[in-house]
C-alpha cells in the first residue's frame, strides 16, 4: 500500500529552527508538496520538490531524497504565526496526490 | 481576484437527509477536488474530476456523489447523510496534469451530522 509518514506533532520555541520530517512509500512519485494548514483554516502551499536537493524560500526551506523515500521541511525563525500544521502530500505514478496525516507545529515563546 | 468558495460553510443536518456542498472556482482550472478532513486522518480523497461531464471515485466515495456540468462548480452530493460522515470538507482545484499542478483550497465546509 501506499504510505507517507510524518511526525503527529511538534514543539519549538520562538526564533528556534525547527525540521519536520517526511517519509513515503508510494507507487511511483513525480512530486512532493509541503502544505501549511493553520487551525480552521484551508490548506495553502508552501513547496513543491521533484528532484533531489534543497528549496528555499525565505525562512522555509524543503529537501528532497527520492533514493530514501525523505523529505524535510526547514522552518527558520520560528515566529508565532507559523503555529499550524504541515502536510506533506507525494504525487504518484498515476498522478495522484496521497496526502500525510500532517504535523502539528507548536511554538512557544 | 481568482477564487474558490465553498457553501455552506457550516451545515447541520439529520441522518438520512440528503445534503449537498457547493463548490465553485473562478481560476478556470480543469481538475477538481473534494477532499473531507478528520482527526488522525489527514486529507481523504471523495471525488475528482479532470473536466466537464468528467467524474471519478476517490479514496472514499461510498455515501457520495458529483456532477461537472460546467468548468466552474462540483456540488457533492450526499445522498442518505450518516453520522459517520460528520466531517470538514474541502474543495480543491488545479490545471495541471492530474495533481501534479498545485491545488488551491476553498475555505471548507463544517458538517454535522445528528
Known amino acids: 500500500g501506499q504510505n507517507i509518514d510524518q511526525p503527529t506533532e511538534m514543539t519549538a520555541t520562538e526564533g528556534a529552527i525547527v525540521q519536520i520530517n517526511c517519509t513515503y512509500q508510494?507507487?511511483?512519485?513525480?512530486?512532493l508538496f509541503w502544505y501549511q494548514q493553520h487551525a480552521g483554516e484551508a490548506p495553502t502551499f508552501l513547496s513543491y520538490?521533484?528532484l533531489d536537493g534543497l528549496e528555499e524560500k525565505g525562512r522555509f526551506s524543503s529537501f528532497l531524497s527520492r533514493s530514501k523515500g525523505y523529505s524535510y521541511l526547514l522552518l527558520k525563525e520560528l515566529q508565532m504565526k507559523d503555529s499550524a500544521s504541515y502536510l506533506c502530500?507525494?504525487?504518484?505514478?498515476?498522478?495522484?496526490?496521497?496526502w500525510g496525516a500532517g504535523t502539528k507545529l507548536i511554538i512557544k515563546p | 481576484d481568482a477564487e474558490i468558495t465553498q457553501s455552506p460553510r457550516h451545515k447541520i443536518t439529520e441522518t438520512g437527509r440528503q445534503v449537498t456542498l457547493a463548490c465553485h472556482q473562478t481560476?478556470?482550472?480543469?481538475?477538481m477536488f473534494w477532499y473531507r478532513q478528520d482527526l488522525g486522518h489527514g486529507l481523504r480523497l471523495i471525488h475528482y474530476?479532470?473536466?466537464?461531464?468528467?467524474?471519478n471515485k476517490g479514496e472514499v466515495s461510498d455515501g457520495y456523489s458529483v456532477s461537472r456540468s460546467n468548468t466552474e462548480d462540483l456540488p457533492l452530493t450526499l445522498e442518505s447523510a450518516a453520522s459517520s460522515q460528520t466531517s470538514v470538507y474541502f474543495c480543491?482545484?488545479?490545471?495541471?496534469?492530474?495533481?501534479?499542478?498545485?491545488?488551491?483550497f476553498g475555505p471548507g465546509t463544517r458538517l454535522t451530522v445528528l
Open positions: 480543491a482545484s488545479n490545471q495541471g496534469q492530474g495533481d501534479s499542478d498545485t491545488q488551491y
Open positions: 481560476w478556470n482550472h480543469n481538475n
Open positions: 474530476s479532470y473536466g466537464v461531464q468528467d467524474t
Open positions: 508510494t507507487s511511483g512519485f513525480n512530486g
Open positions: 520538490n521533484v
Open positions: 502530500a507525494v504525487i504518484d505514478s498515476n498522478y495522484q496526490l496521497i
